[in-house]
């Protein structure tokens, strides 16, 4: 039933924009099919392209246009890796091979004794740690954790990156209102992402270069004085490397936290100053955070 009386349905919930992208996004060729439809529009004998011409501009549209759709999979996306512990539902609908958990965890020591850092690969949790408030020689704390791979392709390039979320902390507090010596400190704290060659026989893990790094925090104090404590939070996805590897080779790609307290320190007359009963030292960094995930792709 129609009638000539229309109903008042008001202004469109749709907002209208205005407006047109700078160009296009693609570029299509069309030299092939240009080049069949030009047969196409050749006279025949009755002015009527035949079927054959018009099957072979239907095909030329087709494998143009269209494509086939990617094979829908469930398996575990080949170019990621989790702690060995992770549950994998917080990842992926299908569980990962073993060879795609973390396999390795490595921290620093002094003198073959804990020095304080930790890693695991079960968890993808790393602490690393320095601390000189002895006056101690200084040295480098670090923690790390990775995958192994062994590349099938005679050579092969691959990006590593990692998702990283990490809290960085430090203190710096060196005998404040004292009339002590001459006195600097530097501080630093570098996230990497890189790959080493692990040789079969002996073990030993030789560096890849280049290798990704992000320094987050750094800082130079001088003098006597001191601070409260510094934290800063971090979370990033794009500290990544491209490495170059050979096939049938054994690689450890993996991420490392490290800190590093430098400092000289001297006495009135220009000697190293040796801590002493009842000096206020407190001079540390840590880095503490989880490597939640590693991904290698090709």
């Known amino acids: 039933m129609s009638t000539s009386d229309h109903e008042d349905r008001g202004p469109s919930p749709v907002a209208s924009e205005v407006g047109a992208p700078a160009g296009p996004i693609s570029f299509v060729r069309r030299r092939e099919i240009d080049e069949v439809h030009r047969e196409l529009e050749l006279p025949g004998p009755d002015s009527l392209p035949t079927p054959e011409a018009i099957a072979k501009y ?11 759709r990617p094979e829908f999979t469930l398996a575990w996306p080949d170019s990621l890796y989790i702690p060995s512990e992770a549950n994998y539902k917080n990842y992926w609908i299908a569980a990962p091979p073993a060879s795609h958990r ?3 965890h490595w921290v620093n020591s002094i003198d073959d004794r804990p020095a304080g850092s930790a890693a695991s690969e079960a968890t993808g949790h790393l602490f690393s740690w320095v601390n000189v408030s002895g006056l101690n020689p200084s040295y480098i704390g670090f923690a790390g954790t990775g995958v192994s791979l062994v590349p099938q392709a005679t050579l092969s390039y691959v990006k590593v990156s990692a998702d990283i979320d990490a809290v960085t902390e430090s203190r710096w507090w060196f005998m404040p209102g004292t009339t002590a010596g001459f006195a600097n400190f530097s501080y630093r704290g570098t996230a990497y992402v890189a790959g080493w060659e692990v ?3 002996s073990g030993q893990w030789t560096l890849q270069k ?3 790094a992000r320094t987050l925090f750094t800082a130079d104090e001088s003098g006597q004085g001191g601070s409260a404590i510094s934290s800063q939070v971090h979370a990033f996805t794009d500290l990544s490397v491209t490495l170059q590897l050979q096939g049938g080779h054994s690689y450890a790609i993996g991420v490392a936290f490290e800190v590093e307290i ?3 320190c001297r006495d009135r007359i220009g000697r190293p100053y040796k801590k002493q009963p ?3 030292i407190k001079l540390w960094a840590s880095i503490a955070g989880n490597v939640a995930s590693i991904t290698v792709s090709t």
């Open 58 to 68: 239907r095909d030329a549209i087709f494998h143009q246009f269209f494509r086939e």
């Open 102 to 104: 973390y396999r390795y």
């Open 199 to 201: 040789d079969p026989v």
């Open 210 to 212: 280049p290798f990704g």
């Open 262 to 264: 430098t400092f000289d």
């Open 278 to 280: 009842g000096d206020d």
